[in-house]
């Protein structure tokens, strides 16, 4: 039976059914300090790769990616310099030419991931840009610029790209002093933005995991945060040896795909 007043608000256009479809692609934040395997993991999704380097640590860790087949384009991100007399407008060149760089590649067919390497400091290109400074801002001036950065990382959700963020990580203080631990340095809503928060770590000493394996000095491994929205039964699973990669990361978050559809 047709349900008249359910078919009224479809054919005003402003509505459809919701789909069950899920993309087999993944927004992820990738998390961690200097040294711990942050840009060697983004280069393990699907190519053709496109990464926007603004933190120039390509060098040592792009080359072996590159010698074993993979197609990456890579997007020269220029820092502005926050002490420029013209600090905004160069930001705001910047910021234009990224923008446009970025709708480019979710309109290619032939891009399957984005990286912003780091998505810390393109944060600081949007807040040069519209703030023109990074420091003595007052908390409601960043309404405006908040709602542009939003925007921007959320179209790539209606494409089938991986877009992966790449965040530095800061000391917390309680007042004057380090707490010693770390949290995301960047964009304060990037954990609502994406679709699951990953972790990769290099032992700093053979350490023994929950599970009993062991992970020796110097060895990489990944591990799926608290948030993961697509399937948060997952969250604390930790990968090791040749599962410390991306195409086993989304399989594992993405229930009923295969690692082989994100080689």
């Not at 087949?69 to 890579?74: M, Y």
């Not at 970025?102 to 912003?116: A, G, H, K, Q």
């Not at 949007?126 to 007052?138: D, Q, S």
């Given at each position: 039976?047709?349900?008249?007043?359910?078919?009224?608000?479809?054919?005003?256009?402003?509505?459809?059914?919701?789909?069950?479809?899920?993309?087999?692609?993944?927004?992820?934040?990738?998390?961690?300090?200097?040294?711990?395997?942050?840009?060697?993991?983004?280069?393990?999704a699907p190519d053709t790769?496109?990464?926007?380097?603004?933190?120039?640590?390509?060098?040592?860790?792009?080359?072996?990616?590159?010698?074993?087949?993979?197609?990456?384009?890579?997007?020269?991100?220029?820092?502005?310099?926050?002490?420029?007399?013209?600090?905004?407008?160069?930001?705001?060149?910047?910021?234009?030419?990224?923008?446009?760089?970025?709708?480019?590649?979710?309109?290619?067919?032939?891009?399957?991931?984005?990286?912003?390497?780091?998505?810390?400091?393109?944060?600081?290109?949007?807040?040069?840009?519209?703030?023109?400074?990074?420091?003595?801002?007052?908390?409601?001036?960043?309404?405006?610029?908040?709602?542009?950065?939003?925007?921007?990382?959320?179209?790539?959700?209606?494409?089938?790209?991986?877009?992966?963020?790449?965040?530095?990580?800061?000391?917390?203080?309680?007042?004057?002093?380090a707490t010693g631990d770390?949290?995301?340095?960047?964009?304060?809503?990037?954990?609502?933005?994406?679709?699951?928060?990953?972790?990769?770590?290099?032992?700093?000493?053979?350490?023994?995991?929950?599970?009993?394996?062991?992970?020796?000095?110097?060895?990489?491994?990944?591990?799926?945060?608290?948030?993961?929205?697509?399937?948060?039964?997952?969250?604390?699973?930790?990968?090791?040896?040749?599962?410390?990669?991306?195409?086993?990361?989304?399989?594992?978050?993405?229930?009923?795909?295969?690692?082989?559809?994100?080689?």
């Amino acid at each position: 039976m047709v349900d008249i007043h359910l078919e009224a608000l479809l054919k005003s256009g402003r509505f459809v059914k919701a789909s069950p479809d899920i993309k087999q692609r993944l927004i992820l934040a990738v998390v961690a300090q200097e040294g711990q395997g942050k840009t060697h993991f983004s280069f393990t999704a699907p190519d053709t790769i496109v990464t926007f380097n603004a933190d120039f640590g390509l060098e040592g860790v792009i080359h072996k990616f590159i010698q074993q087949g993979k197609t990456i384009l890579e997007y020269q991100v220029p820092m502005p310099n926050p002490q420029s007399r013209d600090v905004e407008k160069e930001a705001q060149k910047v910021w234009d030419d990224l923008e446009a760089a970025y709708d480019e590649c979710l309109r290619n067919p032939s891009v399957r991931t984005i990286i912003f390497d780091t998505a810390t400091e393109i944060w600081e290109v949007v807040r040069l840009a519209y703030l023109g400074k990074l420091t003595e801002v007052m908390p409601h001036h960043y309404t405006a610029v908040n709602a542009q950065f939003r925007r921007f990382l959320k179209r790539a959700d209606k494409t089938d790209k991986n877009l992966i963020l790449l965040q530095k990580m800061k000391p917390t203080y309680v007042g004057k002093n380090a707490t010693g631990d770390y949290e995301i340095a960047g964009f304060n809503d990037t954990p609502y933005i994406v679709q699951a928060v990953i972790f990769p770590h290099r032992a700093k000493v053979n350490t023994k995991l929950a599970d009993g394996t062991v992970v020796k000095k110097g060895e990489f491994y990944i591990e799926i945060g608290e948030k993961c929205r697509h399937n948060p039964a997952v969250s604390g699973t930790i990968f090791t040896g040749e599962l410390a990669n991306f195409p086993w990361v989304a399989a594992t978050i993405l229930e009923g795909t295969d690692p082989s559809t994100f080689m």
